[in-house]
């Protein structure tokens, strides 16, 4: 298990949202636990939209963004899943979580606006993920 803390409020205590990514993580792992790994990525990404709205969690999937470059839209970004409009999950089924995922997380909070992501791993039998606030 990994768990990165990026940015202004790396300190234990003072995790922004820390109470709904728990959550969220803890969703993760019943997902992870009761699927187990090898699967697609959208197959988790149903999973965990479905167990966090049991948990009563406000769940957007594929929310869309648009991305623009020197003030012209460039293209459309659509996020795994947003949770509470607050929370950004990446979802990834790959070998590990490496910087080119990192990269892809850090610039969507920055293109959505939001502050805190989640980057999910289930492609192994422990479930990875790894925190990032700006």
């Known amino acids: 298990m990994n768990n990165k803390r990026i940015g202004l409020f790396s300190s234990a205590r003072n995790l922004l949202y820390e109470e709904l990514t728990g959550k969220i993580i803890n969703a993760a792992f019943k997902?992870?636990?009761?699927l187990g790994c090898g699967l697609l990525e959208k197959i988790y990404e149903n999973a965990l939209a479905w167990e966090l709205e049991l948990n009563n969690e406000k769940v957007s999937t594929q929310k869309e963004y648009k991305v623009?470059?020197?003030?012209k839209e460039v293209g459309i970004y659509y996020a795994d899943l947003i949770i509470s409009d607050k929370v950004i999950i990446e979802i990834k089924t790959a070998e590990m979580?490496?910087?080119?995922?990192?990269?892809?997380?850090?610039?969507?909070?920055?293109?959505?606006?939001?502050?805190?992501?989640?980057?999910i791993n289930f492609a192994k039998p422990k479930l990875e993920y790894e925190r990032f606030i700006i």
């Open 31 to 34: 997902v992870q636990n009761e």
């Open 68 to 71: 623009f470059y020197r003030e």
């Open 97 to 119: 979580i490496d910087n080119i995922h990192r990269a892809q997380i850090l610039n969507y909070l920055k293109i959505s606006g939001l502050r805190v992501g989640l980057i």
